[in-house]
């Protein structure tokens, strides 16, 4: 099932919990694993804080500082930076279902990560059953 992420900025960390969730649902599914996936090679999925909006921003101006837009990159559409920061984070994250619910500590949350933005962003969630 594809869930559709607007991003606003070239790199933007977007709070995708509660569509994730709410795509889970329609699998009908109680229990297994759940695969959220970035289809895109400038966008990643990863899980953090969302509590503190503070924490994303830190993590987006120290991604930014470890790798700069601008640098002796060769990739002729100009957007390496975006490529580099995506084979950092990888482009997924699984997360357990139990009884309906995704397993997630008190203050994690998942978020697509727009890399080279503003785009319209696609992202896959998958269901495994638990075989019971
Ligand atoms: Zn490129």
């Not at 960390?13 to 889970?24: K, P």
């Not at 699984?94 to 997630?104: H, K, T």
């Not at 992202?123 to 638990?130: C, D, H, I």
């Amino acid at each position: 099932m594809i869930i559709s992420v607007k991003t606003g900025s070239r790199t933007q960390m977007i709070d995708i919990t509660d569509q994730v969730r709410r795509a889970v649902k329609d699998f009908g599914v109680r229990d297994g694993l759940v695969h959220i996936f970035s289809m895109h090679t400038t966008g990643a999925v990863t899980i953090n804080e969302n509590a503190d909006p503070a924490v994303p921003k830190d993590i987006l101006n120290t991604i930014n500082k470890i790798v700069p837009w601008d640098d002796r990159y060769t990739h002729m559409e100009g957007n390496s930076a975006a490529h580099i920061k995506v084979s950092l984070f990888g482009p997924s994250e699984m997360v357990a279902l139990e009884d309906g619910s995704l397993v997630l500590g008190t203050w994690q949350s998942i978020f697509f990560c727009e890399f080279d933005g503003p785009r319209q962003r696609k992202v896959n969630v998958t269901v495994l059953p638990a075989d019971r």
